[in-house]
């Protein structure tokens, strides 16, 4: 499983890096990004998770 962040479509709200800040934060431009691109089974949850909760669905999850 990878995320990847649209960073297109991404408004920085930080909700991703609120719910997973091991996976997700925010860069000096204000825009999320994936600290690590392959999730694990530890996480997997979560991402899905900071995924559903992102307001604009920038966050692309790929089984």
Not at 11 to 28: N, R, S, T, Y
Request: proline content about 3%; glycine content about 6%; hydrophobic content about 35%.
């Amino acid at each position: 499983m990878k995320a990847k962040v649209n960073k297109d479509i991404c408004i920085g709200c930080g909700a991703c890096q609120a719910i997973l800040p091991d996976v997700f934060e925010l860069e000096d431009d204000g825009l999320a990004t994936c600290k690590e691109e392959n999730i694990t089974d530890d996480n997997k949850d979560e991402v899905l998770d900071a995924s559903d909760s992102c307001p604009t669905g920038a966050i692309e999850v790929e089984e």
